[in-house]
């Protein structure tokens, strides 16, 4: 009788990174049972809840694309479509829709699958910022992102036009801020 061949570890080392990852190569899935301890008095799903899963979801593909540790920047365009119900079945599925410098932007896309005949109902769906960050908490350099299929590339491209937007955004508001300090309101 044979042996079984102990496999060595590999060591995987930042150089063997490669430059470019594919959009499948970033797909991640989680299901969950909604639970009581999920659910608000009239037993539909909290929304923070919700989050919390999208949140978990989306670090995977951020993960599977950075191979690094990653922290969320932003979650700044989240639509709650329909309720989820305790008992339901939900189906959280992520992929990276564009790499920048050292952030990914995940989309994460929610259905409840009704127990009956397993159809598919669209409840939620999100855009989250994540960042790669080594052991210190600075920002690292990720591998840059292949958009291959047509879906993809309309999501690579709209991932800029949400990052032009969220950084226009950013700068009128510190604005706002700076214009607060210099002016502050009356009678205080
Ligand atoms: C995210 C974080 C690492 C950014 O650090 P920073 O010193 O501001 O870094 P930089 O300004 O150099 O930006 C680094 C990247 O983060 C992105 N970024 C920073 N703040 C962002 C925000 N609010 N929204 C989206 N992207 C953001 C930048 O666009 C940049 O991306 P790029 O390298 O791909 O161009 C830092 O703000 C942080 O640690 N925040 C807390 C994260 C956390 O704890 N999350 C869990 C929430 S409880």
């Given amino acids: 009788m044979s042996t079984p061949r102990k496999i060595a570890a590999q060591k995987?080392?930042?150089q063997d990174q490669p430059a470019v990852r594919t959009v499948a190569s970033?797909?991640?899935e989680m299901t969950e049972i909604i639970l009581p301890n999920d659910a608000n008095t009239l037993g539909n799903l909290l929304g923070g809840r919700l989050m919390h899963f999208i949140d978990l979801t989306g670090a995977m593909?951020?993960?599977?694309?950075?191979r690094s540790h990653v922290v969320t920047a932003a979650m700044d365009h989240i639509d709650f479509i329909?309720?989820?119900?305790?008992?339901?079945?939900?189906?959280l599925?992520?992929?990276?829709n564009r790499a920048f410098?050292?952030?990914?932007?995940?989309?994460?896309?929610?259905?409840?699958e009704k127990l009956q005949d397993g159809t598919l109902l669209h409840v939620a769906s999100a855009y989250l910022v994540f960042v790669a960050i080594d052991k210190e908490g600075r920002p690292q350099k990720i591998p840059q992102l292949q958009p291959e299929t047509p879906n993809e590339i309309r999501r690579f491209n709209d991932?800029?036009?949400?990052?032009?937007?969220?950084?226009?955004?950013?700068?009128?508001?510190k604005?706002?801020?700076?214009?607060?300090?210099a002016q502050p309101a009356a009678g205080s």
């Fill in 175 to 181: 604005q706002e801020r700076r214009q607060q300090v």
């Fill in 26 to 28: 970033t797909q991640s």
């Fill in 82 to 91: 329909r309720p989820v119900h305790l008992g339901d079945l939900l189906i």
């Fill in 159 to 173: 991932a800029l036009r949400r990052r032009q937007h969220r950084e226009a955004e950013a700068a009128r508001r």
């Fill in 101 to 112: 410098t050292s952030s990914v932007e995940v989309g994460v896309k929610v259905w409840v």
């Fill in 93 to 96: 599925k992520s992929s990276v």
């Fill in 61 to 66: 593909a951020a993960y599977r694309h950075t």
């Fill in 12 to 14: 995987i080392t930042p």
